[in-house]
């Protein structure tokens, strides 16, 4: 079936230093890509996506970057902060057989002071 | 109030009781969608509606009933729920009937069953 995988689960990095998140899909219909920031105790809310006919997009400290190809997209922060820390979701939106996001099973990033 | 709100924040019961999730979204949107959030588990599709009508239902066990009255309102009955069913089940909410827009969603119903 449809799956996202999440690599890794748990990421520590330095502050100022930067944070990857990767992403690998299965459906290669899908066609948009969000990613989702959940703080302790706090609701998921998007924080950048990218859609398949663009292959990087930046919005100040954060970027994704997708390669249709290889079905992968990665989540880049630079100059990471404390109130970086928080559980992050990629997602996959399918369009085989039905119309729905596939969440990938979270990164818990530490952002070390 | 603004964006999407779910009562109750926590709730405990038993194997035996009958409960309800409520989730009210005060955006406008057309589409309202229940999530199962499990620890070290992707986000878990439950529900969708769209404009009222159930557009999804992910083989989800019937001891799971969900009703849409309007497109501003969105409930998870629950009866006979397992131990397993314990988890944060989040409501959320998007704009138009593609399905395919942001997921506004709301803090959260942490349950637990005894």
């Known amino acids: 079936g449809e799956n996202v995988e999440q690599h890794p689960s748990t990421l520590s990095v330095q502050e100022g230093d930067s944070a990857v998140i990767k992403c690998t899909y299965s459906?290669?219909?899908?066609?948009?890509f969000p990613w989702y920031k959940q703080e302790l105790g706090k609701r998921p809310q998007l924080i950048i996506d990218?859609?398949?006919?663009?292959g990087e997009k930046k919005d100040q400290r954060i970027a994704v970057t997708l390669n249709k190809t290889a079905k992968h997209f990665s989540l880049h922060i630079t100059e990471t902060q404390p109130e970086d820390s928080a559980v992050y979701f990629c997602?996959?939106?399918?369009?085989?057989?039905?119309?729905?996001?596939?969440f990938g099973t979270g990164t818990r990033l530490k952002v070390l002071a | 109030e603004t964006g999407v709100t779910q009562t109750p924040r926590h709730l405990v019961m038993g194997m035996t009781n009958k409960k309800s999730l409520k989730c009210e979204q005060h955006?406008?949107?057309?589409?309202m969608y229940w999530y199962k959030q499990s620890a070290k588990k992707p986000l878990e599709l439950m529900f969708v509606?769209?404009?009222?009508?159930?557009?999804e239902n992910n083989s989800v066990p019937s001891r799971f009933s969900p009703e849409c009255p309007n497109s501003s309102h969105l409930f998870l009955h629950l009866h006979t729920l397992q131990p397993e069913d314990s988890a944060l089940y989040l409501c959320?909410?998007?704009?138009?009937?593609?399905?395919?827009?942001?997921?506004?969603f709301g803090e959260g119903s942490r349950l637990t069953v005894l």
């Open positions: 959320a909410s998007s704009h138009g009937t593609s399905l395919s827009g942001e997921l506004f």
């Open positions: 459906d290669s219909a899908s066609n948009y």
């Open positions: 990218i859609r398949s006919n663009v």
């Open positions: 997602a996959a939106f399918i369009l085989s057989g039905t119309y729905k996001y596939i």
């Open positions: 955006l406008g949107h057309n589409a």
């Open positions: 509606y769209s404009l009222e009508e159930r557009v």
